[in-house]
């Protein structure tokens, strides 16, 4: 496993944010931490990568303590945060080379590594101008380059697609999907968006502090939600039946036969597996 998180806490003061979380993640899978607003997400990220200490538990990352061990761990990592850390009035590839000299490159390596970040990103169109005169999409873009520099085994993404119209959030994701298939990249992800989820391989639903449920998507939609039979009849009359699994649906069909006008299978989504799991509270931390 690249993280392995046991018995996490945090707490601000007689606030506990965090309440002896667990989880670990596999290196080269897409991983995904859903959550509320106040449900200890950012709390997690900013553990994980160095900037907060936990109050209790271990947390290891390519098996550095993230504490202890803290430049081993950021030697492994690139983070995409909420709101950009770039210089607006520098160039791309300015913003790119200051943040390459904190690893201590050589001025070839240097160069090599910004080269290499723009062709990932597929930046070079506007390399040369200043990051405060790009679209958000393109900031979002230079902002994953500046993650990429150091090469990382793990790239954080922290809520990295809030704010951004439909299409370039579509295109945003095809980009992170691809630099994890070509570079068998970790990708742990933070996310108000249900769909940004459903491709990962693991997700945990985190709620005031607490894992509420981890699995897989299927996993989660079959422990979680029901699919929805819709009968409509020729008689007019509406039916509505709750299935535990999808071909349960069958012998009620059959039931009505000759009397359907209309027939609809909903199947649950992840949005209701966070509504069912997550509705109803009010988050403090």
Known sequence: MLIQVENLHKNYGNVEAVK??????????????????????????????????????????????????????????GVVFQDSVLDPLLTVRENLAIRGSLYNMGIARLKSAVDNAVRLTDIGDFASRPYEQLSGGQRRRVDIARALINT?????????????????????????????????????????????????????VIHKGEIKAQGTPLELKTRHVSDMLKLTLTNGRYIERKLDKTIDALPII?????????????????????LNLTEGFDDVG
């Open 152 to 204: 990382p085994r793990l790239l954080f993404l922290d809520e990295p697609t809030t704010g951004l119209d439909p299409k370039t959030r579509r295109d945003i994701w095809r980009l992170i999907r691809d630099l994890q298939r070509s570079n068998g990249m970790t990708v742990f992800l933070t996310t108000h968006y249900m769909e940004e989820a459903a491709e990962s391989d693991d997700i945990v």
């Open 20 to 77: 002896g979380v667990s989880f670990s993640v596999q290196e080269g899978s897409l991983f995904s931490l859903l959550g509320t607003n106040g449900a200890g997400k950012s709390t997690i990220i900013g553990i994980l990568t160095t900037l907060l200490a936990q109050t209790k538990g271990r947390v290891e990352i390519g098996g550095f303590d993230v504490w202890r061990g803290a430049d081993g761990v950021r030697a492994l990592i």
């Open 254 to 274: 059959e039931g009505y036969k000759g009397q359907i006008a209309n027939v609809e299978v909903i199947n649950g989504t992840l949005d209701d597996v966070f």
